[in-house]
């Protein structure tokens, strides 16, 4: 029998980026996916999870500069030693393109695939800009610069 949350969103369901961490640190099977582009890792900057003993897993889901949706991206996670039975958080900007990407591998056969809705950097304030509001950045979560 599937989940409530698998049969209703169509993937194990949200967490925030506090709930992330938490498993992260709690799970040791659990791995966090980071799926922005190449650009946004170096320049934005990326979680870091080096003091609980973990590596995050860079996969873009979209391809940069055309954005086109990366088809094999279960294939390419299979590849990078993550499999369907982990659990799997994924994590981009804001959490549309993680949203996406806990979708696709579901649809793969992934038992676990969770969407950290509000991503990296967290949604727009008042003024236009991320980082403030939500997200891994604004709650203090470790990151760093590449």
């Known amino acids: 029998m599937l989940d409530a949350a698998v049969v209703q969103l169509?993937?194990?369901?949200?967490?925030?980026?506090?709930?992330?961490h938490n498993i992260l640190i709690a799970e040791p099977a659990a791995v966090l996916v980071d799926t922005r582009t190449l650009a946004e890792?170096?320049?934005?900057?990326?979680?870091d999870l080096t003091k609980s003993g973990k590596e995050v897993v860079f996969l873009d889901?979209?391809?940069?500069?055309?954005?086109?949706?990366?088809t094999d991206f279960a294939e390419r996670l299979l590849?990078?030693?993550?499999?369907?039975?982990?659990?799997?958080?994924?994590?981009?900007?804001s959490g549309v393109r993680s949203r996406a990407a806990a979708l696709a591998l579901?649809?793969?056969?992934?038992?676990?695939?969770?969407?950290?809705s509000d991503g990296f950097?967290?949604?727009?304030?008042?003024?236009?800009?991320?980082?403030?509001?939500?997200?891994?950045k604004a709650l203090g979560l470790p990151w760093i610069q590449q």
């Open 10 to 20: 169509g993937y194990a369901g949200d967490l925030t980026a506090q709930q992330a």
């Open 41 to 47: 890792w170096q320049f934005v900057g990326v979680p």
């Open 61 to 70: 889901w979209q391809v940069y500069p055309d954005m086109r949706i990366r």
């Open 79 to 93: 590849a990078k030693g993550v499999s369907k039975d982990q659990k799997v958080l994924l994590i981009c900007r």
């Open 106 to 116: 579901t649809q793969a056969g992934f038992n676990a695939a969770y969407n950290v």
């Open 121 to 136: 950097e967290g949604s727009l304030d008042a003024l236009g800009h991320r980082g403030r509001d939500r997200g891994w």
